[in-house]
């Protein structure tokens, strides 16, 4: 009887260790790691003096500092133990640069197919204006300076955030576009990842520095290798990346960001702008795809008379969750803050919406606005806002912020119906209606088109109607 | 015929007349509580206490088959202990349920009852 | 250490009894033979000294909140915890602080009054007052006393609803008030009763009312209505640093209640309070809150609808002056169907004040039909004063309806010029302008009360009151 018990724990395999929500299960975020990485780049000393300082940070930080933010983390849906990461830089394929890569309608693009760029490629007309679009491997060759002083102290990453801090230590390579002074390019700037090959980890770092008076504007794509067809339970993969943008005074970036991942995919984002006098960004990001993505924002409204006007819209079905952070500083005067947040939720997928403006003493003379809003499509859809103020500065020439929740409007189905529409062409219009806003920023037309078929191809894709059953009331 | 599986011991926790369809009652077992839950007829076992902070789950709300921690809010199934609704990071033990006659019991393997905290 | 208590039985010159208890003050600081005292003291059953204990064992293992204002000041061992009845007591008017006795006198206090609150007084005319307004009411069954005496005389009512809306667990202050709470009211409306001039906490007034750590439980029956008024606007003058309160109230199916208060606490108390209301189905619950004093006041009236049909309204008043922060917020948890909830948050900030709304909406799975609103205004009238919003809007459950909006801002220049070229000096104008700001929230006072309510701003806005 004894030997029976033996033979049976032997044969049960041991209960996986229980994730809970603020468990990240990337197993490779180490010192040996971060040495191979800077080996396999021969990175200089301070690049690797930068990288474990970043990764001494991520070690002392917790998943979530704020306050504020903590009861809304939720990392359960990644699985990313067995992914491992590129630790080399990219390699660039012979034959990137070749003209006839270059799109329709584009200055420049870039395109990296997990650790290979297999694009890399300017106009004319950018070229011989002085625009840099390059690898940061590149970079490191060419003007070492340069890369020193636009990357070291993790620049414009969050210092108190935990994932930002990861990337500091881990990227194995990314790009940097330059603009110099003064230059203004009419044709946006087209960068495209495809990344999503299962069980690896890419970390990259965008950096974006445009001189003074300097005009670009860029459209980001994130598609899956493998198209959005992959079930959620297959073998996941995570990709890390950073756009840091130093705006010189007087210049302006538009910058549009599509995130199309498949639902096996883990992405964190940071993106962050540091603009100098009468600058102005403006972000349009629309997150799509992904198991679960965590993105943070954060602008730095510094020079008088800055400006940011940021949209993002979210369209999420099955299990998907969208955590969404955004910081806003207002230093300077007379700066500007307009951040609208969007998102329509479907089946069981859930948003968090959360916008911090911040309004410092010497920001006399602001204007911040800050709108959170969601279109809950299913019984088990949720969406949490959390729009915040700190005002230090009364003198402010506007400070509000709205958010609202509801369903599809009522009455505008009806009228839609009423002339002619079919009930479930009438909720597409709609909700592809109330997403537009961000599409309407997006800089370069194949793109826009391009949105407006991934927004509606994900309509078709979820769940149609309710649950069984109502739970029954609190008693 | 390997006979009982492992070591296990069934804990008698309550009559089954004392837990009404819908109703739930908190019961001791030794040190540790344990809440028991009539789902449409239906016994469930779980931890009797909130796997988040200290609180016992029979002063929190039922709502069909999930239990709401009134303290935090936490909200787990009753069927399989998942944590249906934050702040709580750990799902609740649950216990398997046999009924003899008219009395509730939980079958669990010996030694100290599992539950989260 | 605690001398021989006696027990002595007074009686008050209209037939009305009180067993008037004498403690030496505790010492400071609180044991738990402090905790045992108060309880012995007392006289209670053993349930409540339970209760007490494992309240304070809680109250013990909790860290200090570090988020909200700024508690690290507060020195929890020099607070006494108990504090005998007012009779006998030796203070002199002449020790109350000047600002304190122009305060009465700007807002028109009666003399009698004013003693009182200034804790000098022991006897009070108002105990004419509350001893006739109690015999109306219990002619109508309505039960209106001191909480000890509650726990005393409705023994079962008592056990059945105290501390099952707010936990002892449910943070430090409420944990310590649990363990050491002493005064406050005891209300319980009978099924169908519409009681018909508002309760006021101020009739009661002898020094446990405006005890440190008193504790209110509200049960109103079914379809029964109540109006409860508590505080004033005249500052307590106290030298307790810490007022510490828990308020409770359960409106059974189809009651209504409402609950107003407005405080101005001396600008050196840390006023942290935990109010909570469960709303049954087709009741309506609502919370008329003003701050205007204290140095650090942390309260947030919550709404649980807990019913199908039930209603939450909460409009809420926050000024904050030189050295005080007013952290308050509302929140409305929709747990049943068919409920509504409107929230109004109105506050100023000046001379460097602080404000800050923490607000909660949340709308769990099985809430359907669910329709909300919140407005939080902020007003800085001037440099140093500072405001934050912090909103947490959690919806679960897809046809609600919910909107929610803020602004912040200082005062129109425009209208205040306006107001000038009719002849109001520029403080005249601001103070208009400010009533305008605070309307929604007085138009909701009791006459009297919005009378002395808006020369209480008018007082703040001149920086007159220190």
């Known amino acids: ?475 | ?117 | 250490m605690a001398t021989s208590p006696e027990i002595v039985s007074s009686e008050y010159k209209f037939g009305f009894h009180d067993d008037v208890q004498y403690l030496e003050e505790t010492k400071h600081g609180l044991t738990r033979e402090t905790v045992e005292e108060i309880s012995r003291i007392k006289g209670e059953p053993a349930w409540m000294l339970d209760f007490r204990l494992r309240a304070y064992e809680h109250y013990l293992s909790r860290p200090m909140p570090q988020w909200g204002g700024d508690l690290n000041q507060i020195d929890l061992d020099k607070i006494v915890y108990y504090r005998k009845a007012s009779q006998g007591e030796e203070k002199s008017w002449d020790d109350v602080p000047d600002k304190i006795k122009k305060t009465f006198e700007r807002l028109g206090i009666p003399e009698a009054e004013r003693k009182f609150l200034a804790g000098v007084g022991a006897q009070y005319d108002s105990e004419v007052v509350y001893h006739s307004v109690r015999e109306e009411l219990s002619k109508i069954g309505v039960v209106f006393m001191g909480t000890d005496q509650g726990l005393k005389e409705h023994p079962e009512l008592f056990k059945k609803y105290f501390a099952t809306v707010v936990p002892p667990e449910d943070n430090k202050f409420a944990a310590l008030n649990s363990a050491v709470w002493s005064g406050g009211s005891f209300v319980y409306v009978p099924k169908g009763v519409e009681v018909p001039l508002p309760l006021q906490a101020y009739f009661r007034i002898n020094a446990e009312n405006t005890g440190q750590f008193e504790r209110t439980l509200i049960i109103v029956d079914e379809g029964a209505k109540v109006h409860y008024i508590e505080g004033c606007t005249a500052p307590i003058y106290t030298t307790d640093a810490l007022h510490a309160a828990v308020v409770e109230v359960i409106a059974l199916p189809g009651s209504k209640v409402r609950y107003t208060t407005i405080q101005n606490w001396s600008n050196d108390v840390y006023n942290l309070v935990t109010k909570r209301a469960h709303a049954h189905a087709n009741s309506t619950v609502e919370w008329i809150d003003a701050n205007t004093g204290s140095r650090l006041t942390m309260k947030y009236p919550s709404i649980w609808l807990r019913g199908e049909g039930a209603t939450a309204e909460v409009i809420s008043v926050a000024v904050a002056g030189k050295g005080q922060h007013q952290d308050t917020g509302a929140k409305a948890i929709h747990l049943a169907p068919n409920t509504r909830s409107r929230i109004i948050s109105k506050s100023i900030s000046k001379d460097g004040g602080r404000t800050t709304y923490r607000g909660q909406l949340k709308v769990v799975p099985g809430a359907t039909g669910v329709v909300a609103s919140v407005r939080c205004d902020a007003l800085l009238l001037d440099e140093g004063s500072r405001s934050d919003t912090y909103p947490y809007i959690d919806i679960q459950e897809d046809d609600t309806t919910m909107t929610h909006e803020a602004t912040v801002g200082k005062i129109s220049q425009d209208q205040v010029f306006y107001l000038m070229s009719r002849g109001l000096t520029e403080n005249e104008a601001t103070n208009l302008v400010v009533q305008g700001f605070l309307e929604v929230f007085t138009k909701e006072l009791p006459m009297e009360y919005a009378i002395e309510f808006n020369r209480l701003v008018k007082l703040e806005m001149e920086g007159s009151l220190g």
Not at chain 1, 63 to 87: G, H
């Open chain 1, 1 to 475: 009887m004894t030997a029976q018990p033996e033979a049976e724990a032997a044969l049960k395999p041991p209960a996986p260790a229980r994730q809970g929500p603020s468990d990240l299960t990337l197993s490779f975020v180490d010192e040996a790691t971060v040495r191979r990485t800077a080996g396999a780049a021969a990175d200089p000393e301070w690049l690797l003096a930068d990288r474990l300082e970043g990764l001494r940070s991520f070690d002392a930080l917790p998943i979530e500092t704020n306050p504020l933010y903590t009861t809304y983390v939720d990392l359960r849906n990644a699985r990313l133990a067995a992914a491992r990461p590129y630790a080399g830089p990219a390699v660039v394929a012979s034959g990137a640069a070749a003209a006839k890569l270059l799109p329709e309608g584009a200055s420049a693009y870039a395109e990296i197919s997990e650790n290979r760029v297999t694009a890399l490629v300017l106009s004319q007309e950018a070229h011989a204006a002085g625009v840099i679009l390059e690898t940061l491997a590149d970079l490191r060759a060419r003007d070492p300076e340069l890369m020193r002083r636009l990357l070291e102290g993790g620049c414009a990453l969050p210092e108190n955030d935990k994932l930002a801090q990861m990337t500091r230590a881990l990227w194995s390579d990314g790009l940097l576009l330059h603009v110099p002074d003064g230059v203004r390019l009419e044709l946006p700037v087209f960068m495209r990842w495809i990344v999503g090959a299962p069980d690896t980890a890419l970390l990259t770092r965008t950096v974006i520095s445009l001189g003074e008076d300097a005009e670009i504007s860029v459209v980001e794509e994130q598609v899956s290798a493998d198209g959005s067809e992959s079930a959620a339970t297959d073998a996941q993969a995570f990709f890390a990346g950073t756009t840091e943008v130093q705006l010189g005074s007087g210049s302006t970036l538009s910058f549009a960001g599509l995130q199309d991942l498949s639902l096996r995919q883990v992405a964190f984002q940071h993106r962050s702008a540091v603009l100098g006098r009468g600058a102005t960004v403006r972000w349009a990001l629309a997150q799509l795809g992904c198991r679960v993505v965590r993105s943070r924002i954060d602008n730095f409204l510094e020079g008088n008379g800055s400006a940011v006007e940021q949209a993002e819209i979210v369209f999420g079905s099955a299990d998907q969750l969208f955590d969404l952070t955004s910081y806003t500083r207002h230093v300077g005067e007379d700066t500007t803050g307009n951040l609208l947040s969007k998102g329509a939720l479907a089946d069981k997928s859930r948003v968090y919406m959360k916008g911090l403006a911040t309004i410092e003493h010497t920001a006399h003379g602001t204007d911040s606005y800050i709108g959170e809003f969601a279109m809950l499509l299913s019984r088990q859809a949720r969406s949490v806002a959390i729009p915040s103020l700190e005002i230090d500065q009364p003198d402010c020439r506007r400070v509000a912020h709205a958010s609202s929740v509801g369903p599809i409007d009522e009455s505008q189905l009806f009228y839609l119906e009423s002339r002619g529409l079919e009930p479930e062409d009438a909720r597409r219009a709609i909700v592809l209606g109330y997403l537009e806003p961000v599409v309407a920023r997006v800089p370069l037309e194949s793109a826009r088109d391009l949105l407006r078929e991934l927004l509606e191809a994900k309509w078709n894709a979820r769940v149609v109607g309710r649950p069984a059953a109502a739970p029954a009331a609190v008693a």
């Open chain 2, 1 to 117: 015929m390997t006979g009982a599986p492992g070591d296990r011991r069934r804990i008698d926790l309550c009559a089954a007349d004392d837990v009404p369809p819908g109703t739930m009652k908190l019961c001791d077992v030794g040190d540790e509580l344990v809440l028991v839950t009539n789902l449409g007829g239906t016994f469930q076992a779980t931890q009797g206490i909130c796997s988040h902070e200290y609180f016992e789950l029979d002063r929190g709300l039922m709502t069909g088959d999930s239990i709401m921690c009134t303290l935090h809010l936490s909200r787990f199934s009753l069927i399989d202990g998942e944590v249906i609704d934050t702040p709580a990071e750990l799902p609740l033990a649950v216990y398997p349920v046999v009924v003899e006659g008219d009395r509730v019991l939980i079958e669990v393997p010996e030694g100290p009852l599992e539950v989260n905290r």
